[in-house]
């Protein structure tokens, strides 16, 4: 530690995000005080495979191995931080003095109404719930076909479940890639023996199963409502913080208060790159942004500014995602006919913003490379899946 180290170092959120700002810190040679506070009693733990392996029943407990002794953190499980100023969090069970602050408090699923139950698939203790009641024959209405929902359906109807998708878009995984694009995901629900009804709001989760806006009913005896997840940051509404979809970091991760930093889910970092800011959700983000906010916390001024990577496996597929395709005015798929693996690239002018590679983690590697570089592609190389995608730069 040097002289001008923080001396406390306070990480709100035990999840991959706080955890691996703890690991990074002391991967620096950082060896003043970090108390660590998580809400949930479980030491910190991985979630994508709470939807995938352990659904499955491949696996019961995904917790991080992480050395938690070695990196003489001051941790504090199940506890939840609910208010911070004058430099010291106030939690529902202390008072935590800090020099600088790491808001790492992820994202929470949204609900629906009705005095129905409602499952969530955010927490270790959801999912070995909710795997509890897979049983074959039981009828499971799944609430949206994003990327949650078709995971869960994957693994229940493995299970033998009869699973009903209600999707209020035209489209499953409509809202992230695009109704066009999410539409050739469709036919992967019927072969998994899914039924997936697109085009149906739901008005209210009741005892026995689904009100639909238009007037139907779903009879099921389980519900689960997958339909996104909001930054959890009501614990910092009475702060100075500024709150914009999450809590406004620089490039820096530096919020709008001094020594207050934040990272994961929860934090809507200013990326240069794509001119925009942006709140990911990725996994990947809660694993590799912490290095560059870990340096910054003991004096550092790096900048994170990532090529945003994403994956998700269904019905016997891996989808990887890159980048950002928000301002993208041309999409391009490649795909030879009747192959199943297929990719879909995003141009904004000529150069490529976004890739999403079904079964194609070349293309996927070789897009990153090209939308980290920010080059010039031809847009009819990119169209033929004869030419390596690297090749496509002009
Ligand atoms: C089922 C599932 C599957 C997923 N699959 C994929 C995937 O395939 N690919 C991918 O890229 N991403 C996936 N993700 C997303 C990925 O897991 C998240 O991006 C990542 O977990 C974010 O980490 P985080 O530490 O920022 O937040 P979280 O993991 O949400 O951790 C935050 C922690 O903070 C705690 N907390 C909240 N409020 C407070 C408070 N006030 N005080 C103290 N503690 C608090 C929470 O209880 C939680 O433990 C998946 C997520 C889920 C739920």
Request: with cysteine.
């Given at each position: 530690?040097?002289?001008?180290?923080p001396?406390?170092?306070?990480?709100?959120?035990?999840?991959?995000?706080g955890?691996?700002?703890?690991?990074?810190?002391?991967?620096?040679?950082?060896?003043?005080?970090?108390?660590?506070?998580?809400?949930?009693?479980?030491?910190?733990?991985?979630r994508?495979?709470?939807?995938?392996?352990?659904?499955?029943g491949?696996?019961?407990?995904?917790?991080?191995?992480?050395?938690?002794?070695?990196?003489?953190?001051?941790?504090?499980?199940?506890?939840?931080?609910?208010?911070?100023?004058?430099r010291?969090v106030?939690?529902?069970?202390?008072?935590?003095?800090?020099?600088?602050?790491?808001?790492?408090?992820?994202?929470?699923?949204?609900?629906?109404?009705?005095?129905?139950?409602?499952?969530f698939?955010?927490?270790?203790?959801?999912?070995?719930?909710?795997?509890?009641?897979l049983?074959?024959?039981?009828?499971?209405?799944?609430?949206?076909?994003?990327?949650?929902?078709?995971?869960?359906?994957?693994?229940?109807?493995?299970?033998?479940?009869?699973?009903?998708?209600?999707?209020?878009?035209?489209?499953?995984?409509?809202?992230?890639?695009?109704?066009?694009?999410?539409?050739?995901?469709?036919?992967?629900?019927?072969?998994?023996?899914?039924?997936?009804?697109?085009?149906?709001?739901?008005?209210a989760?009741?005892d026995?199963?689904l009100?639909?806006?238009?007037?139907?009913f779903?009879?099921?005896?389980e519900?689960?409502?997958?339909?996104?997840?909001?930054?959890?940051v009501?614990?910092?509404?009475?702060?100075?913080?500024?709150?914009e979809?999450?809590?406004?970091?620089?490039?820096?991760?530096?919020?709008?208060?001094?020594?207050?930093?934040?990272v994961g889910?929860?934090?809507?970092?200013?990326?240069?790159?794509?001119?925009?800011?942006?709140?990911?959700?990725?996994?990947d983000?809660a694993?590799?942004?912490?290095?560059?906010?870990?340096?910054n916390?003991?004096?550092?001024?790096?900048?994170?500014?990532?090529?945003?990577?994403f994956?998700?496996e269904?019905?016997?597929?891996?989808?990887?995602?890159?980048?950002?395709h928000?301002?993208?005015?041309?999409?391009?798929?490649?795909?030879?006919?009747?192959?199943?693996?297929?990719?879909?690239?995003?141009?904004?002018?000529?150069?490529l913003?976004?890739?999403?590679?079904?079964?194609?983690?070349?293309?996927?590697t070789?897009?990153?490379?090209?939308?980290?570089a920010?080059?010039?592609?031809?847009?009819g190389?990119?169209?033929?899946?004869?030419?390596?995608?690297?090749?496509?730069?002009?």
């Amino acid at each position: 530690m040097t002289s001008s180290d923080p001396a406390r170092i306070v990480v709100a959120g035990g999840g991959l995000a706080g955890l691996r700002t703890v690991e990074e810190l002391r991967a620096l040679g950082y060896s003043g005080s970090i108390t660590l506070i998580g809400a949930e009693r479980r030491p910190p733990y991985d979630r994508p495979p709470l939807s995938k392996q352990l659904m499955k029943g491949e696996v019961d407990d995904t917790s991080l191995r992480a050395e938690l002794d070695s990196l003489a953190v001051d941790l504090r499980l199940g506890e939840r931080a609910e208010h911070f100023g004058d430099r010291t969090v106030l939690t529902d069970g202390g008072e935590y003095p800090f020099d600088r602050l790491v808001i790492a408090t992820g994202a929470r699923p949204v609900g629906l109404q009705g005095p129905g139950r409602q499952r969530f698939l955010r927490t270790m203790e959801d999912a070995l719930a909710l795997r509890e009641t897979l049983v074959p024959g039981a009828r499971l209405a799944i609430i949206g076909a994003g990327w949650i929902g078709a995971e869960l359906a994957t693994a229940a109807a493995l299970r033998g479940v009869r699973v009903t998708v209600v999707e209020a878009a035209g489209a499953p995984l409509a809202n992230a890639i695009s109704a066009e694009v999410g539409a050739a995901t469709e036919h992967w629900y019927a072969e998994a023996g899914v039924e997936l009804l697109l085009g149906e709001a739901v008005e209210a989760v009741l005892d026995d199963g689904l009100a639909l806006a238009g007037g139907g009913f779903l009879a099921a005896d389980e519900v689960v409502t997958a339909v996104g997840v909001r930054p959890e940051v009501g614990w910092l509404e009475s702060s100075q913080v500024k709150l914009e979809n999450g809590v406004a970091v620089d490039e820096q991760l530096r919020s709008s208060v001094t020594g207050v930093y934040a990272v994961g889910d929860c934090a809507a970092f200013w990326s240069g790159r794509f001119g925009r800011r942006m709140r990911t959700e990725h996994w990947d983000t809660a694993l590799r942004a912490p290095a560059v906010l870990a340096a910054n916390l003991i004096g550092g001024s790096e900048r994170y500014d990532p090529v945003p990577y994403f994956w998700s496996e269904q019905f016997g597929r891996m989808l990887q995602f890159v980048g950002d395709h928000r301002a993208a005015d041309k999409l391009i798929w490649r795909r030879r006919v009747g192959e199943p693996h297929w990719a879909v690239c995003w141009l904004a002018g000529e150069r490529l913003v976004a890739v999403l590679t079904v079964g194609l983690p070349r293309d996927l590697t070789q897009g990153r490379r090209l939308i980290d570089a920010g080059v010039p592609v031809d847009a009819g190389k990119v169209a033929d899946p004869a030419v390596p995608l690297r090749d496509s730069a002009s």
